[in-house]
């Protein structure tokens, strides 16, 4: 019933889009119709396919998702488009099919990096879990982590080989992902060593915390670095501002409280 509503869904969708194009766009002449035609099919099939990859991969990896994560995905992720709609005014020239692929590529995989972390937060603060819920949620960030891998090589290759381009936005990105993976890594098995224990680890809020601490240091310095690189190839990277002044708010606070503690 679901994949018939998702289906559904998307065929509203996709006629809403060509209504809205038809209608916004001009007139097509008529020799570049089938052409024109051809394109929109294209279009058509990669966002199917692309819905169809990402419902499996949800179903091999977590299963039936909770209202709650339902709901934080969908917040989370008009978030992240309004972030990139403002990276584009940076890199407006570059604007182009390869730009819009990667995009979403990086949509997709964003959206499981948070699906994983509320899942091993559930796992986490549930009472009884069943192992094929750990496997599936190991699997996940184990995978995650080799395609923010593959992807940083490959962003990194060219812009080294090409210079720079929008190619270091998603760098940054699968930096800052693969950063996240192995941090909730670290915390999945400190909730095992916690576990085999029974509870009784007294040193588990100060290790969570440690880790916390050098997980925010790592992603300010890296949104400082990045920052410093797009002012002096782009100009001010304003879609910037607010993610840098979050998390250096992040480390401030964490850094505050490891002083107190100290």
Known sequence: YRLHLTIALYNQIYRFNCSSLSFLTPPVPPQYRPAYARGAASRNLALALALCSWKL???VFLGRLREAEVERLSERAKEAVME???AM?????????????LFGLLLF??????????RLEHIETSPAVRMAQHVRCLSLMGALLLVDVFFLKYCVQ???EQGPSVLLLFAFEYI???SGVISSFIKYLIFLADSALEGAWEGKGVCVFYLELVTDLFHLFTYVIFFVIIFMFYGLPLHLVR???WTFSNFRNR?????RYR
Do not use: G, M
């Open 243 to 245: 993610e840098l002044y």
């Open 176 to 178: 800052v992902q693969a």
């Open 255 to 259: 850094l505050l409280d490891f002083i």
């Open 89 to 101: 005014t940076i890199f407006r020239e570059e604007f182009n099919v390869p730009f819009v692929s």
């Open 109 to 118: 995989v964003k959206s499981f990096h948070w699906l994983s972390q509320d």
């Open 57 to 59: 991969t949800k179903w």
């Open 158 to 160: 060219q812009t080294v």
């Open 84 to 86: 990139i709609c403002l």
